[in-house]
């Protein structure tokens, strides 16, 4: 689904509160925020939301409410916010944060619109009939994780072919995301022989941490590209001098210290 589709969904929901109500100003249409994480870091998205928001003519506090509710990673905490919500008659629910959360909504109620992204399949989860057809009450946007978790492993072999070790690092906090890398990623990197190695880190400390953390073994010549080099400074066989250009290719490529 498109992002004018998705947020036109969210604006139709909210129009679909009773007129009567509206011409009266006795309640703004409700939109029920649902999420796994805290509010810590979520400033970005709530943003680009509003924004989305505006440009289909709805601003909140003045002809739309948003109704947030945070878990703080606690996943029992998430039935009881829902509820929560349901009793409200929000006009939409947009539960977020992992595909638990997802399913829970569905749980929910069956009466009011649920407007979802996940990265995993929802006709596999049950969460809709037929992508085409969602039916039922939800409908969202599927970021097609396991497709996209297979192709970049393979991207990774065709650019680092002699690469026998791959590390992949994933965001612990994205749980939704971090669920669906550590199923995915296994199958894809054995199907290219490759030997995988996951790990978890969600601050820059943290992923230095993780880079230190990987076992080194000494090439016998380079197998990286050439602005790539080990996190240790300098290329283990060219021994080239890291910029910061080369750091940053490692980490958006997953590449390990050092390649054998």
């Known amino acids: 689904m498109r992002r004018r589709d998705f947020l036109g969904v969210l ?7 009773p007129r009567a109500a509206q011409a009266q100003q006795a309640a703004l249409p409700a939109i029920g925020i649902v999420d796994l994480r805290s509010p810590e870091g979520m400033d970005t998205r709530l943003r680009a939301f509003r924004q989305g928001l505006a440009e289909t003519g709805y601003v909140e506090g003045e002809n739309v409410t948003i109704v947030y509710r945070y878990a703080e990673n606690k996943l029992d905490r998430v039935p009881e916010l829902l509820a929560d919500l349901v009793r409200r008659q929000v006009a939409v629910l947009f539960p977020g944060g992992s595909v638990s959360v997802v399913l829970a909504a569905k749980a929910a109620t069956t009466t009011i619109p649920i407007v979802f992204n996940i990265p995993d399949d929802p006709v596999r989860l049950g ?11 939800l409908t969202g946007v599927n970021f097609l994780s396991r497709e996209l978790t ?12 002699k690469a026998a070790r791959v590390a992949v690092i994933v965001n612990p906090l994205n749980t939704g995301n971090l669920e669906a890398v550590e199923r995915d ?8 022989g490759l030997e995988l190695q996951m790990l978890r880190a969600s601050t820059s400390r943290e992923i230095d941490a993780a880079f230190a953390a990987l076992p080194a073994r000494r090439p016998t010549r380079c ?32 590449i390990p210290r050092s390649a054998g």
């Open 11 to 17: 604006a139709g929901a909210a129009a679909a509160w």
């Open 223 to 254: 197998s990286l590209p050439p602005m790539a080099s080990s996190t240790s400074g300098a290329c283990n066989s060219c021994n080239s001098r890291r910029t910061i250009g080369c750091q940053r290719f490692i980490r958006r490529v997953n």
């Open 127 to 137: 969460l809709v009939t037929s992508l085409a057809r969602p039916g039922g009450n």
């Open 150 to 161: 297979a192709k970049q492993l393979a991207f990774l072999h065709e650019m680092v072919p």
């Open 185 to 192: 990623a296994p199958p894809a990197a054995r199907a290219l």
